[in-house]
């Protein structure tokens, strides 16, 4: 009798691990997707972007700071996205609680050539509910927060995401 207590145990925690595993990954999420709050005004690069032009298709809104060090690991990879998204979807940037002088060199240095926001005060990061950053949010083509990732991204990891979206 005593034999069976171990595997059934183990089972019940690797049962328990996949159904966390399954609930942090979003895919037995069953909330109501929440509407985006509004985007900063200002644009540090590229002209500003409102959630009423970005409707129609996906985008991916990315906070960031250049003071961030996993911002600066995944610059390079959001460098690139725009090109391998094409028409799919839109890349917004949106510079979190930084100063307007590091922001722009960041941006410079990094080549982002898509839309770059500006949040000074971080007041609109805090309407998005930032646990940290980098913090990258997939909107559906309503304006709706489909995802939240928090953590430094690749651009195979978004076009991924991308394309779940336009699964659904």
């Not at 979003?26 to 509407?35: E, V």
């Not at 690991?73 to 725009?82: G, K, R």
């Not at 990732?149 to 690749?154: C, D, F, R």
Request: glycine share 8%; net charge positive; with cysteine.
């Amino acid at each position: 009798m005593r034999g069976w207590k171990v595997p059934v145990a183990l089972l019940a925690v690797l049962v328990v691990g996949l159904a966390a595993a399954e609930l942090l990954s979003g895919s037995a999420d069953k909330r109501p997707r929440r509407a985006a709050p509004a985007l900063p005004a200002s644009a540090l690069a590229g002209r500003p972007v409102t959630l009423a032009g970005l409707r129609g298709r996906p985008a991916i809104v990315h906070f960031w700071a250049s003071w961030c060090g996993p911002c600066i690991t995944e610059a390079p990879e959001l460098a690139s996205l725009p090109a391998q998204l094409g028409s799919r979807a839109t890349l917004v940037g949106v510079d979190w609680s930084d100063s307007r002088s590091h922001a722009v060199a960041f941006v410079r240095k990094h080549h982002w050539r898509f839309p770059v926001l500006e949040d000074h005060n971080g007041k609109v990061g805090n309407r998005y509910r930032l646990a940290g950053l980098p913090t990258t949010f997939l909107l559906d083509s309503d304006g709706r927060i489909v995802k939240q990732l928090t953590g430094p991204q690749t651009a195979r990891n978004l076009l991924a995401r991308v394309s779940e979206l336009e699964q659904t």
